[in-house]
């Protein structure tokens, strides 16, 4: 499975078994387009992002059915800065069954918190900010 990355914190995740991209950092699985205010901040977003891709890869490896080949699901939740977590679920788009969403939510949710925001990071987003993952099954 890959996973690719757009950043309002925007994520897109791919599953299939080609290779990760990235247009950032060599050693970072993700091909990254971001807001502004998360500059500076990727050693986190990886973090979020490579604990969020493991436990979605599990669930999906574990799952007795798999979704449709181009099953899309998007996940927009609050994310909080003091610990990193996930405070709401703010809307789920799927183009597939309700197995399929409820995967994706299950793993954002499994992985949280994440870790507390640095100051700098505090300063840039404030208390929170919303994270929209979407997820492509292939």
Request: glycine share 6%; with cysteine.
């Amino acid at each position: 499975m890959k996973i690719i990355v757009s950043l309002f914190f925007v994520i897109l995740i791919t599953g299939c078994s080609s290779p990760l991209k990235n247009t950032e950092r060599d050693d970072m699985p993700v091909t990254l387009e971001r807001d502004p205010r998360w500059a500076g901040n990727e050693q986190y977003i990886h973090k979020v992002i490579k604990n969020i891709q493991k436990q979605w890869d599990r669930i999906v490896s574990e799952s007795k059915t798999y979704p449709p080949k181009g099953t899309q699901v998007t996940v927009v939740f609050r994310m909080e800065a003091e610990q990193g977590s996930v405070s709401e679920i703010i809307r789920v788009d799927s183009h597939g069954n309700k197995a399929a969403a409820d995967m994706c939510i299950s793993a954002i949710t499994a992985k949280s918190p994440f870790g507390a925001w640095t100051p700098e990071m505090k300063k840039a987003l404030g208390d929170s900010a919303e994270v929209t993952f979407t997820f492509n099954y292939e």
